[in-house]
């Protein structure tokens, strides 16, 4: 069974450049969230979504960070313009249930560096 | 607002011998509490997790967890160790009522001895 699905894995890009990263969730699982980590600030939940319905963004850190959830088999996180202080693992989970019983199922993260 | 709190940032042990990660957790209303694991360069994924009934959790790996209402705490042990078990371990936790914002620790990194 796949898993979910992030593009891409790496990223180096430069100040003020835009940032789009990708997820695919499980077939089948009705909630995805979006984390970012650092050693800094740990992981952090950015948003999340329920049935493509963005539920609670109140970490996303600033108007820079969007995202967006067109259907139920992806999601984007897109960082315009991007800073160096964005530089960190962003990480793509989905859930299959909506009450927080629900276990996450991580991707392998997308690792951006902006210089 | 919930709230976990993980007492040790980095816990060094040898190999076979045992090991505790601690975990506590503020919150007004019951919760859901779950141990993830971190390996190098990879997503995190599900050790184990508590919803009710037996407060003793059984995970992956060998890996268990005492729920303690009375102390807020979901420590991790397990019995012995081995240099596989080398990871990052996040304590997190869940409220019934929220539709699945899960709040996880801040990470303790686990390094095993030979």
């Known amino acids: 069974d796949a898993g979910v699905i992030q593009s891409p894995r790496h990223e180096v890009t430069e100040m003020g450049q835009e940032v789009t990263l990708r997820c695919k969730p499980i077939s089948g699982h009705n909630s995805l969230f979006w984390y970012r980590q650092t050693m800094m600030r740990g992981l952090e939940l950015l948003i999340y979504?329920?049935?493509?319905?963005?539920?609670?963004d109140s970490g996303m850190p600033e108007d820079r960070f969007s995202a967006k959830m067109p259907n139920a088999s992806f999601s984007t996180l897109k960082i315009q313009p991007s800073e160096p202080r964005d530089s960190a693992v962003y990480f793509c989970?989905?859930?299959?249930?909506?009450?927080?019983?629900?276990?996450?199922?991580f991707g392998e993260g997308s690792r951006l560096t902006v210089l | 607002a919930q709230s976990v709190t993980q007492l040790d940032s980095q816990v060094p042990v040898f190999e076979e011998a045992p090991v505790e990660l601690r975990c506590n957790y503020s919150s007004s209303v019951s919760v859901y509490l779950f141990w993830y694991v971190q390996y190098p360069n990879q997503g995190l994924q599900l050790l184990l997790k508590?919803?009710?009934?037996?407060?003793l959790v059984k995970g992956i790996n060998g890996f268990e967890a005492e729920f303690n209402k009375s102390q807020t705490s979901f420590h991790l042990r397990k019995p012995s160790v081995h240099i596989s078990d080398t990871a990052e371990y996040f304590c997190a936790v869940s409220v019934y009522s929220s539709a699945s914002k899960i709040i996880f620790g801040s990470g303790t990194r686990l390094s095993i001895r030979p």
């Open positions: 508590y919803l009710s009934g037996s407060t």
């Open positions: 979504f329920n049935n493509n319905v963005p539920i609670d």
């Open positions: 989970a989905s859930s299959p249930a909506r009450q927080g019983a629900g276990e996450l199922f």
